[in-house]
């Protein structure tokens, strides 16, 4: 019986993997069509209903007035500063490198707590981190597709820009865990993110009959897959298999990123993104692999996606 479950639970979380890995593939199809603001409007529209079912389903309580600020901080940069970012950036560079990039999240977290708030970090640590870095400027030096412009390096940047408030968010929301169930602070900061994007959008006079065939079918993919059923098979995989097995499965996002890519949008990865890639996933195995803050910090990456 024991086995069955484990089972479920594996195949739980390489689900999660591939959902939240095809959703670079998936915002660059919509980029076709919408502005990235209106990809992250819609996006996390969807995803309060969906995270509202499931918020109301299991009669969850709604977050104490005492910690509104903190959870309204982590909405700005978890929901709005973050996806402003991350979907501008992949309007000049691809669905693999900008997965590749975000990949870095785990390591930028172990940084800002060295640096902030002098934790204090292992050599083999250390040295995923500065394998990451090392992959990170091949990955941003190398271009998109086989060619070299200030278009790619601004979107690269974009979506480093990103990862780096995804760190922020992640140290944000550390006490609000103690305190809530993440389903709760995902419903919430998503609303406030939501709200913010609705300021942006409706001078824009969205024409809705856009949302519709390809564009209606991705954002539903985006909002309710990648922000609600992943994020339900992720816990359902953490209480099953335990912290250090799921850290070792997210390392599968960037790769399932670059193969969608690869597969679906025919994106090409030229030597330099492909040694960077490698670096990259190696540096944050070693850094995801090695303790405490490794296994918090995936814990909030994985609502990223």
């Not at 981190?129 to 278009?151: E, K, P």
Request: proline residues 2%; glycine residues 10%; aromatic residues 12%.
């Amino acid at each position: 019986m024991e086995t069955k479950v484990n089972l479920k639970a594996v195949l739980a979380i390489i689900a999660t993997t591939l959902f939240w890995g095809l959703s670079y593939t998936s915002t660059k199809v919509l980029l076709g069509s919408l502005l990235p603001v209106q990809i992250a409007f819609f996006r996390l529209l969807l995803a309060c209903l969906a995270l509202g079912i499931f918020f109301f389903a299991s009669k969850k309580r709604l977050v104490h007035k005492s910690d509104l600020l903190r959870v309204i901080a982590g909405g700005v940069f978890g929901n709005f500063i973050y996806f402003l970012f991350e979907n501008n950036g992949l309007r000049f560079t691809t669905a693999g490198t900008g997965s590749l990039i975000i990949a870095t999240i785990p390591v930028l977290n172990v940084l800002a707590g060295a640096i902030l708030f002098r934790e204090k970090n292992t050599n083999k640590r250390w040295l995923g981190v500065i394998l990451s870095f090392v992959g990170v400027y091949f990955i941003i030096r190398s271009g998109s597709n086989g060619t070299f412009s200030l278009a790619n390096i601004k979107g690269n940047l974009l979506v480093f820009g990103a990862a780096c408030a995804w760190v922020a968010f992640t140290r944000i929301n550390e006490p609000l865990l103690n305190r809530y169930d993440s389903i709760t602070i995902n419903l919430h900061q998503s609303a406030v993110g939501m709200f913010l994007l609705s300021f942006l959008i409706i001078p824009l006079e969205t024409d809705l009959s856009v949302l519709r065939g390809s564009v209606a079918f991705n954002l539903a993919y985006l909002g309710i897959f990648c922000s609600a059923v992943a994020f339900f098979l992720y816990l359902y995989a953490l209480k099953t298999l335990g912290t250090a097995t799921v850290t070792s499965y997210i390392n599968l996002v960037p790769v399932f990123g670059v193969l969608g890519g690869a597969i679906i949008l025919k994106e090409t990865l030229v030597a330099g993104q492909l040694l960077g890639g490698a670096i990259v996933i190696a540096g944050v195995s070693l850094v995801t692999m090695s303790g405490k803050s490794a296994a918090q910090s995936t814990k909030q990456v994985s609502t990223a996606e």
